[in-house]
């Protein structure tokens, strides 16, 4: 059976933390492989500051050239309205019924499964794989299996990555202040931000 992890988010930018983790979530839940899946239109974020979700994905090409196991998937990028979870997964499992689902995210980000668009559906598509950075404790579970079915709450997993303080909201800011991002993202990143003048304040601002 194919094993297939999903990575969404904004990536704006990538940066190396979301490929280490995706690599160690690749290793960890053996998968064959890891979509990378940047969102049109993320619920829970002003999508007004995004940068195009076209130069979005183009930078998450660069960034995992030359790696088969890691896919960029333009799915979100096409489809009308918000970019919902539970949809994405949805179209995965149709298209893929032979494979196991594996839906990764930041364990910081667990707390607020709940409140997503149809949660236990989304448990119910693909194992959620919390990802913990550094030596912090392990998410407290109680309170979703409160909230959530407890045979849904089986289906989460939590994996362990080392900390990396990089952020794309730090990198956005870097480049603002014309700081150096060498070692922050990878090189064909760099460039192509600097190159597309992407995350520098207008002139007319």
């Known amino acids: 059976m194919t ?85 994405t997964l949805a179209e995965f499992a149709a298209e893929e019924p032979g494979a196991e689902l594996f839906f990764l995210m930041g364990a910081d980000s667990l707390r607020d499964l709940p409140t997503w668009r149809e949660p236990e559906r989304i448990l119910e598509l693909a194992t959620v794989v919390a990802v913990n950075r550094g030596e912090q404790p392990d998410p407290d579970l109680d309170p979703i299996r409160t909230q959530l079915s407890e045979a849904a709450t089986d289906r989460i997993r939590i994996v362990e990555i080392p900390a990396f303080e990089i952020s794309s909201t730090d990198v956005r800011e870097r480049v603002a202040r014309d700081a150096s991002i060498r070692f922050v993202v990878p090189r064909a990143v760099e460039a192509y931000i600097a190159e597309r003048g992407l995350y520098v304040p207008s002139r007319d601002a």
């Open 3 to 87: 094993r297939i992890g999903i990575f969404g988010g904004s990536f704006d930018p990538v940066h190396l933390a979301h490929l280490v983790l995706a690599d160690r979530c690749r290793e960890a839940c053996d998968l064959d492989e890891v979509r990378f899946v940047p969102a049109a239109d993320p619920p829970h974020k002003a999508t007004g500051s995004l940068a195009p979700g076209e130069q979005r994905a183009e930078m998450l090409e660069f960034a995992t050239a030359g790696l088969p196991e890691f896919v960029v998937d333009r799915r979100e990028l096409r489809r009308d309205g918000k970019s919902y979870t539970v949809d």
